[in-house]
């Protein structure tokens, strides 16, 4: 008999402990975002870089948006393609950034997003 006791009683430890763990769980944030295009923000900061003035895309790319936007062309038609979250346009711009402000891959992703709002 008190065997059978020591096993529910684990069994019941066991059980409480799964409870607990699902509880705090839910309490947590979800690791996605609610927002399913996320991305937005990234593409309406490169419209305005590319899209607002010569002057703002000279100044951050040293090109002109005619230049940018022929040079993403030829890419694309050589076979540079978009990724599910990076599209050609985003690519060409984080290159050209990278060369014109002669920064490291690692500062660039964090700063291009900030520069580029």
């Known amino acids: 008999m008190t065997v059978v006791n020591s ?3 684990l069994y019941l430890l066991i059980t409480d402990l799964i409870a607990k763990r699902d509880r705090q769980r839910l ?12 991305h937005q923000h990234q593409i309406d ?5 590319v899209h607002q003035s010569d002057k703002t895309c000279h100044a951050q790319l ?3 948006r005619h230049t940018f936007m022929t040079l993403c062309h030829l890419l694309t ?3 540079l393609e978009a990724f599910r979250n990076v599209t050609v346009v985003e690519k060409v711009a984080i290159f050209l950034w990278i060369l014109s402000h002669h920064t490291k891959n690692r ?3 964090f700063v ?6």
């Not at 309490?27 to 996320?38: D, E, I, M, T, V």
């Not at 291009?112 to 709002?117: M, V």
């Open 7 to 9: 096993i529910l009683q």
């Open 27 to 38: 309490r947590q944030k979800p690791h996605l975002r609610a927002n399913p295009n996320y």
């Open 45 to 49: 900061a490169l419209n305005r870089l």
């Open 62 to 64: 040293r090109v002109n």
């Open 77 to 79: 038609e050589n076979g």
């Open 107 to 109: 500062r660039t992703i």
């Open 112 to 117: 291009a997003g900030c520069s580029l709002c």
